[in-house]
């Protein structure tokens, strides 16, 4: 999760670094866009490589090192963004019905987020104050 000297925004479990190994296979190299609570409600949406176009009001929040693949993007739009710059995302895996453009749709598994308050040191790490965490997280 938090390797030393540097702090990540997002991570992966095992159960779904195998799906998403699984799907690399099937499709290519992936990346995700985190839902921002449309179609699908705030799923974290796995698409093929240029499947889904990101631009300039979209953040990059990290990319999920997997081995035997390559690295896998992570985005979210700007707006979502500010709601969620206090939170470190962790992409999971259960059983259910995928997400209707996502790529696990067919799988029987499905994508989810798992969320945590930042740490003081990833507070820090990110620039942010540890006081305005503990608003954020009171005002949401």
Known sequence: MVSIGRHQRVDVTDAA?????????QHGPLMFHQSGGCCDGSSPMCYPVGMF???PSDVRLGALEIDG??????????????YWKYTHLTIDVVDGRGAGFSVEGPTGKRFLIRSRMLNDAELRYFGLS???????????
């Open 17 to 25: 670094a195998a799906l998403i190994r699984e799907l690399t296979a």
């Open 53 to 55: 176009l990101t631009g």
């Open 69 to 82: 693949i390559e690295s896998v993007e992570v985005y979210m739009s700007e707006s979502q963004f500010e």
């Open 130 to 140: 540890a006081g305005t965490a503990s608003t954020a997280s009171r005002s949401q």
